[in-house]
């Protein structure tokens, strides 16, 4: 059984009584949506076409939105229904990223996500949802898409259908007759700074990508908003997570590389897998509920195999300062060679996690694990630059890292990208700033060109470009992912 909806737009006035219906059976706060109408009008005056777009959950067969969740909030009911457990959400809004649909939002009141639930607690009682039975023009059908009778089956059988983001592979479960191809691929048709009614909401205000230019007789004239959910928080967990597991990559090379005797590789990694740790958890909209990823781990979701990485790691790595203050030098240095595994995947890990974010196409790039990989490197080496007694190893070590860093981001930047969204995204790295600065830009000037001749002059302080840099690339990598429109 699949519950799913039919909308036809060839009835489709455009009136939003379907939004208002949802809002006001569901009590969806101000300025979120559950179902909303997107307008999109082709064409030149005198001559312009209005399209009407009806966007909610899709609630999709292979729905990404329960993979990722840490905490087994959404779950896929035996009928299909994509439904959401408010109270044991935490509020990281992971489901968020993963939904390629932008159908989730964060109730900031309670700190859980909200969605479209096909009104469950009606369909349990044999009602339709709210949005069916307000629709003037019954253009909305909702049914079991399992059954070849059902009214909704049979509107597909007889008709030209369309799917949103059929690429992502998710198995949407809303079909669309009639709706204009325009309307239906986000990031195709131009967004002014004003809507019909109102401002554009501000959320997202870098200039749309010249490499990417939108249909020139296309534009969107109302839409809901959509927030950049991850910003700073997640950019400084990359930086922190990669010294972090860089160092321990590097520990069991500290002869060659000049700090033999040195347990700063150890100290470091400790208080930088903290600093992950706090990160992360200062970061969720529940963060005083975190400790539900142990209580109810969903061990689908790259963010708890991720915590039990981390989790290991910081043990591993504890046990190697137990062992050198009880003498046990022969034992350390083994359990040095152990974090430096770990550390491998605690620095590649952050790959897998951004690839269940199916509605994040630069995220999903095959460049990502090795490059993370390098960023590690990167950073245990000029982290640990100021504890070398003999520095020329660990100095070309650093700066080999840096170089891989620049060319896999420029890789990155200018390949081909096999999607709109990723082809989109690509190109807002190059838009989005931190006061006078590109972040993207400027974070590979100062991580990779500044790094060079300070890690050879300088070695000791090279960390301070390295660093900063790194995190200035980070937020706009992380940022740009998020600017493309999904709806």
Not at 53 to 65: E, G, T
Not at 280 to 302: A, I, K
């Amino acid at each position: 059984m699949q519950y799913g909806f039919v909308i036809d737009h060839t009835s489709c006035i455009g009136c939003h009584a379907c939004t208002v219906a949802c809002k006001a059976e569901n009590d969806v706060p101000v300025g979120n949506f559950r179902t909303a109408v997107k307008y999109t009008e082709v064409g030149k005056f005198p001559e312009i076409k209005r399209n009407f777009l009806v966007q909610r959950c899709n609630h999709c067969s292979d729905a990404p939105c329960v993979t990722i969740c840490p905490v087994n909030a959404l779950e896929k009911r035996p009928d299909g229904i994509v439904d959401v457990d408010r109270d044991a959400c935490i509020g990281c809004r992971a489901c968020m990223q993963a939904c390629p649909y932008d159908a989730i939002y964060l109730n900031e009141d309670l700190g859980a996500v909200e969605k479209c639930h096909f009104c469950a607690h009606r369909i349990d009682r044999g009602l339709e949802p709210a949005c069916v039975t307000v629709c003037p023009v019954g253009a909305i059908i909702a049914g079991d898409l399992h059954d070849p009778e059902s009214k909704a089956s049979l509107m597909i059988l007889n008709n030209e259908t369309a799917v949103r983001r059929p690429e992502q592979g998710t198995g949407p479960n809303v079909h669309y007759v009639g709706a204009d191809e325009v309307s239906l691929n986000p990031g195709t048709a131009s967004r002014p700074p004003t809507y019909l009614w109102s401002d554009r909401p501000p959320d997202k205000p870098e200039a749309w990508p010249v490499s990417v230019p939108p249909q020139p007789d296309a534009t969107v004239v109302l839409d809901q908003g959509h927030r950049v959910e991850w910003g700073w928080p997640i950019a400084a967990y990359l930086v922190t997570k990669g010294i972090a597991a860089g160092t321990a990559i590097l520990a069991p090379f500290a002869l060659v590389l000049g700090f033999a005797g040195s347990w700063a590789p150890e100290i470091i990694a400790l208080i930088m897998t903290a600093a992950t740790l706090v990160l992360l958890v200062e970061d969720l909209g529940r963060p005083m509920r975190f400790y539900r990823m142990l209580t109810r781990p969903n061990f689908q979701s790259w963010l708890v195999k991720g915590g039990v990485l981390l989790g290991g790691f910081a043990a591993v790595v504890g046990a190697t300062v137990v062992a050198r203050v009880a003498g046990m030098d022969m034992i350390a240095t083994a359990l040095r060679v152990g974090g430096a595994v770990i550390g491998l995947g605690v620095a590649g890990y952050t790959a897998l996690l951004f690839a269940q974010c199916k509605g994040r196409d630069l995220w999903e790039s095959p460049l990502l694990l090795s490059h993370l990989l390098v960023q590690a490197v990167m950073c245990g080496g000029a982290s640990l630059l100021p504890f070398a007694t003999s520095s020329v190893a660990l100095v070309w070590v650093t700066v080999v890292a840096a170089a891989a860093h620049g060319t896999l981001a420029l890789a990155e930047r200018y390949r081909t990208h096999p999607t709109d969204n990723a082809r989109q995204a690509a190109g807002f790295l190059a838009e989005i700033r931190v006061g006078p600065l590109r972040a993207w830009r400027d974070g590979l000037i100062i991580g990779v060109v500044v790094t060079l001749p300070v890690a050879l002059v300088f070695p000791a302080v090279a960390f301070v470009p390295v660093l900063s840099g790194l995190l200035l690339y980070e937020h706009a990598f992380v940022r740009a992912a998020q600017l493309p429109p999904l709806s």
